[in-house]
């Protein structure tokens, strides 16, 4: 019975005895709206705002450049821009935190360019620096980047480099570098100390 | 609003536009109107000339060599008329168009040319999304019919 002949065969059969034609929308029964959702529907990608970091991850790899990211005052807004899209799931391939999703919805229409149908915007909070005062990155990234880092690292460095991490985790990344003498985070002690 | 008026709102003749890309959305436009969809059975139907058509139906990126096409044929669709792109290409461009550095065989997306009503983004959209499109453009035509029979009528 798996063959797909017979399936074709038993689908022909059964068109002769009801209508072909789909209903459409009217065919609205009790949690199912559509008569044909095939299994793997690729629709419009959502993004959970509560896993998404903004690590740009999805924006490198978008092959239709939907996927724009811009930094504003205090806030970095992730958006996907549907009218580019092409419903790939790099993106969700891609994402580390596993925020994007593509959900079943795919009717989709907007009346013009600026539309907020035509876009799937996440919000982030950002990050100033303790010593400029440049927002440089959203805050949720620089917590989950250190427990990252926590997860994989070396054993014998860990503690020196989460006692490092605590000193520059508020300064830009510029600030980094030109305070780590004076913060006494420079990288050249991990070699020694694995030295011995 | 007479009834002629009325009865082209319950069923509006289509002219669609290919411009350029894949033919995806042309496969799904027609898979539309087609028996399993059949929206063909309200009247809404597919026609050979844009100087029958009520609505305008554009489906991929605009080609350069395209252009004067794209002008003629709107113009040739008698008043009011709706504009409904249907995919990717037609609503942004998608993977054709690109603004930096400029395509030299693409303009990118109708809408740089003419006025676009609705928006059916999707690469392909589904037949179903391309019926809502259409039912969101009569909504708008026939708004525009209420708008223009007063300024007949005087």
Partial sequence: MSSPIIKILLDILRNYSTPMTLKY????EAGKKYSQIPEGLRGVPERSED???????????????????????????????????????HCQEACPEEAITMSKKF?????????????????????????CGKPFLPKKFVKRANERLMEKINPLVKDVVAADFQKVADYCLDCRRARGVE?????????????? | MGIIDKA???????????????NGCDIETLAAIAPRFDVERFGIQ??????????LVTTGCVPKQFIPMVKRVYEQVPEPKVVVAIGGCACGGSLFYDDDPENYAILGYPDLLIP??????????????IINGIVQGILKLAAKKKAAAPAQKS
């Fill in chain 1, 183 to 196: 913060l006494d985070t420079h990288t050249k002690k991990h070699v020694w100390l694995e030295v011995g």
């Fill in chain 1, 107 to 131: 009717e989709v229409t907007a009346s013009s360019r600026s539309d907020s149908a035509g876009f799937v915007r996440t919000n982030l909070e950002m990050l100033k620096c303790k010593n």
């Fill in chain 2, 116 to 129: 676009v009503d609705v928006y059916v983004p999707g690469c392909a959209p589904k037949p179903e999304a």
């Fill in chain 1, 51 to 89: 896993k998404c970091i903004g690590c740009r991850a999805c924006y490198f790899v978008c092959s239709g450049r939907a996927t724009s990211i811009y930094d504003n005052e205090d806030k970095r807004l992730v958006e996907i821009f549907l009218f580019r899209c092409t419903f790939c799931a």
């Fill in chain 1, 25 to 28: 929308p009217s065919t609205v």
């Fill in chain 2, 8 to 22: 082209r709102i319950y069923s509006p003749w289509l002219y669609h536009l290919h411009c350029g890309g894949c």
């Fill in chain 2, 46 to 55: 597919l026609v050979a000339s844009p100087r029958h058509a009520d609505i």
